[in-house]
């Protein structure tokens, strides 16, 4: 007999086995809050940071880019890495990033349920960069800036990462 009662648990469970690894993807998609793209993410404020004596002497600008990020959904989210690109003025200054992909998941910043989390990033900029001519360099923590941020964030929930989009604007006036 070719059937017999060894084997045809041995069948099972490879097809159990099977049918998990080509099922994983519906499995972990169903893991995703349905709402995921109500969280928001905006840029909170940008500050001009006091350089250090390095900075001085490398000509570096640094600027503090806040980001702010709004969890409206039943689930706790965290987030693995953001990119984007900063504008002063509609002038681009360069391309920033935040990345806590080495962090475990519950060292990563968390956007709780319900809740808001503001996540700061240092954004170093020459101070020759011809970009800062166009934006009064020499008053730029007190002038009128209109600053400009947009790219993307990976979302993460459970196992599974969504990128998700944004671009914001903030009217600056001291």
Not at 1 to 29: C, D, E, N, Q
Not at 34 to 43: E, G, M, S, T
Not at 79 to 94: K, V
Not at 148 to 168: H, N, Q, R
Request: aromatic share 6%; proline share 7%.
């Amino acid at each position: 007999m070719f059937l017999t009662k060894r084997r045809a648990i041995l069948i099972g469970v490879i097809a159990s086995i099977a049918a998990a690894i080509i099922l994983t993807p519906l499995i972990l998609t169903l893991t995703l809050p349905p709402d995921i793209n109500a969280v928001k993410i905006n840029l909170d404020k940008v500050e001009v940071d006091n350089p250090s004596p390095e900075e001085e002497s490398a000509n570096l600008l640094t600027l503090n880019v806040f980001f702010k990020i709004d969890n409206p959904t039943d689930t706790t989210l965290t987030t693995s890495n953001i990119d984007y690109t900063l504008f002063a003025n509609g002038e681009p200054l360069g391309n920033g990033h935040i990345d806590y992909v080495d962090i475990p998941v519950h060292g990563r910043p968390q956007l709780l349920s319900g809740g808001e989390a503001t996540i700061m990033s240092k954004f170093e900029i020459p101070r020759n960069d011809p970009s800062l001519t166009q934006i009064n360099f020499g008053n730029l923590s007190s002038s009128n800036i209109n600053w400009e941020a947009e790219g993307t964030a990976d979302i993460e929930s459970g196992f599974v990462t969504v990128p998700l989009a944004f671009k914001d604007e903030l009217e600056r006036s001291s």
